[in-house]
């Protein structure tokens, strides 16, 4: 038997209507009652809105415990969702249609971001339908109160619908409104009995008294449209309370979009302009941002988390796959799938800026968002110089053909990097070291340098007793057999464990990172141990006395260092797992190159607690320098940026254009 059990303190009331029939009811319930998590505190609230006797005895038997208000009028859509409200007990009440399935997750989202989100007033749920496309992702108003859904006909679970947003207004089919919010606006407006326009009247109002109007891509459900009135009367009502919006939003509405719903550049504007966004910037980079893959995917994950928050509106294209959409959808980043260029050609689209990440993602993409959006800065993210690496792998392979070919690789990486220094209109690197090499190639260039610290990292607190004699090796394998971390940890394990095993037998080496290719996996031992990809690293780093950087190759500078040192734990490295990396307190990191060296530094800190806690102090001094150090964020570079003005490129085609002696401001040139 169906059935709704009593909650003392429910967080939310979810709000349906019943009119006509209850034949899609039992549906409806059956998706609460097995999607939401029955340990969540809602309670339900069924409004049995003029219905026949027949149908309010239906209700009853179909939803037991759950509150059943009968009205034997029919109020409408706004006078029923009104007469609920009253009988609700939550601070968010949940209006929901009565012909849905709701998906795992409805709720708990909504009230999720509306928790995060204090000045949220209503916020709406990802709609599709039954066919899998989808119905609305958030809607648009026009400027003579047509409105728009957004994303309509468009596969429901394409990662471009899947960003927190705000938005003009949602359906009320499924529209979470704060109780606060929705007692201060009176509700929904009586005057568009019985139905229709009442969910953009109150988004309206609620705009118009401060609140944000939010859409939750997390929050799914399949509607099956228009069950409750026929075509030709909806059709009516809707055009009577289109009059209806207009005559009392008449001084508010001309600030919308001219209403062109055919016309993909005026409902992008529109989208924008709900957004409230100052900019709107595309990042192009391999993944979507993921501290834990390595390869420098944590820095892009920083940019997110900068932006989060500001005036910038972010849309993300991943060249290698949309892994990862849900986490930075909850950042507001819009992620970008199929082809890239498609979408940079639709009249929908507008950029101000775009930030490239390496190098074959530049040389494929630079010159076209160079071509659509002439007045767009280009900054290039150098996570990693990486002709230096062909250079390293050179010097290390004893097979002379192969160190031609590296040498070949080298030169062309180099010509290509430094052709991007030049043409770029800002460079971010990681380190002063790759600073300088960028600066020699395009001194005209403005270039940042940017820490590579990561936010959100505490010192762990453990004594050396409390720690195994364990060594954390953080690891990424994105690179496959070719990985700097595979040469590393073969050297590593070849050179260096057995040395420390005979002195530290009871020691173990802990190798964490996703998908490890067979070339890792076979160093696995009884002293080494791959664990694969680790969520949280924190709990490793609490319970080790050291970490290691073995690297032999490489650019740019090694996370996996930075990021020990922030978690207060001892590193030995070699020289390029430190470059780059300023170190005010220098004993934080034990630089050696010579694996008897390196085998020496790790058997002290594993054995001796004094030498120990030297270096942990260090470590511990270093990560509150850099703690409260002054971050130069992604944040002030595009402010920066968009301030300076428009792209090199445009400045160079307008200022050829001009009259002779003649500069972009009208001033005579000498």
Excluded at 209 to 233: K, N
Excluded at 470 to 498: I, K, Y
Excluded at 548 to 558: D, E, L, M, S
Aim: glycine share 8%; hydrophobic share 45%; with cysteine.
């Amino acid at each position: 038997m169906r059935r709704f059990e009593p909650v003392a303190d429910p967080v939310a009331t979810v709000i349906m209507l019943v009119y006509s029939s209850a034949a899609h009811l039992p549906g409806a319930l059956d998706s609460l009652l097995v999607k939401v998590d029955p340990r969540f505190p809602y309670e339900l609230v069924l409004v049995a809105n003029g219905a026949r006797p027949e149908v309010v005895a239906a209700v009853q038997r179909a939803a037991r415990g759950a509150r059943v208000v009968v009205s034997h009028a029919n109020l409408g859509f706004g006078g029923g969702c009104n007469l609920g409200a009253r009988y609700a007990r939550a601070p968010y009440l949940v209006f929901l249609n009565d012909d849905v399935v709701v998906e795992p997750d409805w709720l708990e989202s909504l009230v999720r971001l509306a928790d995060e989100r204090p000045r949220a007033g209503a916020i709406g749920s990802r709609i599709a339908n039954a066919d899998g496309t989808l119905q609305e992702a958030g809607a648009v108003i026009f400027a003579d109160g047509s409105t728009a859904p957004v994303g309509r006909g468009l596969p429901a679970e394409s990662p471009r619908w899947r960003a927190v947003r705000e938005v003009d207004y949602c359906s009320a089919c499924s529209l979470l409104v704060r109780r606060e919010a929705f007692d201060a606006v009176r509700g929904f407006d009586l005057g568009y009995y019985p139905a229709y326009y009442e969910d953009v009247d109150l988004a309206l109002k609620l705009r118009a008294s401060g609140w944000e109007i939010l859409y939750q891509p997390q929050s799914r459900l399949v509607h099956l449209e228009s069950q409750s009135t026929t075509s030709d009367f909806k059709s009516y009502l809707f055009a009577r309370n289109l009059t209806t919006l207009r005559r009392r939003w008449a001084s508010v509405l001309p600030a919308f979009a001219p209403p062109q719903p055919w016309d993909p550049a005026v409902v992008g504007a529109a989208i924008r302009t709900a957004r409230r966004a100052r900019a709107h910037v595309l990042v192009i980079d391999d993944r979507l941002p993921n501290a834990g893959l390595g390869s420098g995917f944590g820095r892009m994950e920083e940019l997110c988390r900068d932006l989060h928050g500001s005036r910038f509106a972010v849309s993300f294209h991943p060249t290698c796959g949309c892994a990862g959409a849900e986490a930075v959808g909850e950042l507001g980043i819009e992620t970008i799938d199929g082809d890239l260029r498609t979408w940079l050609d639709d009249p929908g689209t507008h950029l101000d800026a775009a930030v490239i990440s390496r190098p074959h993602n530049w040389a494929r993409y630079a010159a076209h968002v160079r071509r659509r959006f002439p007045f767009a800065p280009l900054i290039y993210d150098a996570e990693a110089l990486f002709h230096r690496r062909f250079a390293q792998f050179a010097e290390l392979t004893p097979d002379e053909a192969l160190r031609r070919a590296y040498r070949a690789e080298h030169a062309s990486a180099r010509e290509l990097e430094e052709r991007i220094a030049r043409d770029a209109d800002h460079l971010v690197c990681v380190s002063t070291a790759e600073g300088g090499i960028l600066r020699r190639f395009a001194p005209r260039t403005p270039i940042d340098c940017m820490t590579a610290t990561a936010s959100g990292i505490e010192v762990t607190e453990n004594g050396f007793e409390e720690r195994a004699p364990r060594v954390l090796f953080a690891a990424g394998w994105m690179a496959g057999p070719a990985s700097p971390n595979v040469d590393a940890l073969s050297w590593f394990a070849q050179h260096v464990v057995p040395r420390v095993a005979a002195r530290v037998p009871e020691c173990e080496i802990v190798v964490t990172g996703a998908n490890p290719p067979a070339e890792a996996l076979r160093h696995a031992s009884p002293h080494v141990q791959l664990v694969g990809f680790v969520e949280d690293l924190a709990a490793l780093y609490a319970s080790s006395r050291v970490a290691v950087a073995p690297i032999r190759f490489g650019a740019g500078v090694k996370i996996k260092t930075i990021e020990a040192v922030q978690h207060g734990v001892p590193v030995v490295a070699t020289s390029l797992g430190s470059e780059g990396i300023e170190l005010g307190h220098a004993n934080a990191v034990a630089t050696v190159d010579d694996a008897a060296a390196f085998a020496d530094a790790l058997i002290e800190l594993l054995l001796d607690e004094r030498a120990w806690e030297l270096r942990r102090s260090a470590a511990v001094a270093q990560a509150r320098a850099w703690a409260q150090a002054a971050r130069r964020s992604w944040l002030d570079i595009l402010e920066e940026v968009l301030e300076r003005g428009v792209s090199r490129a445009a400045s160079s085609a307008a200022l050829a254009a001009l009259p002779p002696g003649r500069d972009l401001a009208g001033a005579r040139r000498a």
